[in-house]
Structures are given as structure tokens and as C-alpha cells.
């Protein structure tokens, strides 16, 4: 189990997103699944239950 370092690893976390996010929308296109974005960069969400994510409390104008 891997140790939550909250907000010292915001700024890895992002660029991990960012860059699993260029190559997913490159093989998707704009409908792309985000659970595969975070996925790819290796996050997860909180309580570490695997499946999608519910990327809307943060990103509700996707």
C-alpha cells in the first residue's frame, strides 16, 4: 500500500495527469474516459477503490 503524500506530490500528480492526459485524448479523442487518464498517471482516487472515477466535483464543465 502506498503512503498519501497529499499535497507534496500535487505537482508530480499534475504533470503524471497531464501527460497521461495528451496520450489518451491522442488514442481516444475528446471522449476519452478520465478513470483511464488517472489510470495511466498512476493516481487514484481516495479510499483507494479501483473502477472509474467521478471526476465531477472538480471538473464539472468537462
Same mark, same amino acid.
Request: net charge positive.
Given at each position: 500500500?502506498?503512503?498519501?503524500?497529499?499535497?507534496? $506530490?500535487?505537482? @508530480?500528480?499534475? !504533470?503524471?495527469?497531464?501527460?497521461? $492526459? %495528451? @496520450?489518451?485524448?491522442? $488514442?481516444?479523442?475528446?471522449? !476519452? =474516459?478520465?478513470?483511464?487518464? $488517472?489510470? *495511466?498517471?498512476?493516481?487514484? %482516487?481516495?479510499?483507494?477503490?479501483?473502477? =472509474?472515477?467521478?471526476?465531477?466535483? *472538480?471538473?464539472?464543465?468537462?
Amino acid at each position: 500500500m502506498s503512503v498519501n503524500r497529499g499535497p507534496a $506530490a500535487a505537482a @508530480e500528480n499534475r !504533470a503524471a495527469l497531464l501527460a497521461a $492526459a %495528451r @496520450e489518451v485524448f491522442a $488514442a481516444y479523442g475528446a471522449d !476519452a =474516459p478520465l478513470w483511464v487518464i $488517472a489510470q *495511466r498517471a498512476g493516481v487514484r %482516487r481516495r479510499g483507494g477503490i479501483c473502477g =472509474p472515477i467521478s471526476p465531477s466535483r *472538480r471538473f464539472s464543465s468537462r
